[in-house]
């Protein structure tokens, strides 16, 4: 069965970008998510592989879904985005439970791959 994933972003042109990228990696988009309420319908609906999550979403921190996320979908691989650096959110990042975290504007085929370990 091949990996999907769901896209939880509330810019509308971030995700049309993100699920660009991520189709080019080779997974198939379940899901384009706007606010963690979305994301989580979503989620518990189609139980994907990869989770493309920004942490600065308008309802909820996008750190605050991550626990929720994994009761939803079990070995979820989740990525972190933020306009922000890593730094910026101290050990929150690190601690997080998250595979990784990218940059928005360093997101690109190569470092998607890179985060969720897949050739």
């Known amino acids: 069965m091949p990996r999907n994933a769901v896209i939880v972003d509330d810019h509308a042109e971030f995700r049309a970008l993100a699920a660009e990228l991520v189709s080019a990696a080779g997974l198939g988009v379940a899901a384009l998510c706007p606010d963690g309420r979305t994301a989580l319908e979503a989620i518990a609906a189609v139980r994907p592989q990869v989770v493309l999550l920004d942490i600065q979403l308008p309802d909820v921190s996008g750190l605050d879904l991550i626990p929720q996320i994994m009761s939803l979908s079990e070995g979820v691989c989740i990525v972190l985005v933020s ?9 929150r990042v690190a601690d997080s439970g998250a595979a990784g975290f990218i940059p928005k504007a360093e997101l690109s085929v190569a470092t998607l791959t890179e985060a969720i370990g897949r050739p």
């Open 83 to 91: 306009t922000r650096d890593a730094a910026d959110y101290g050990r």
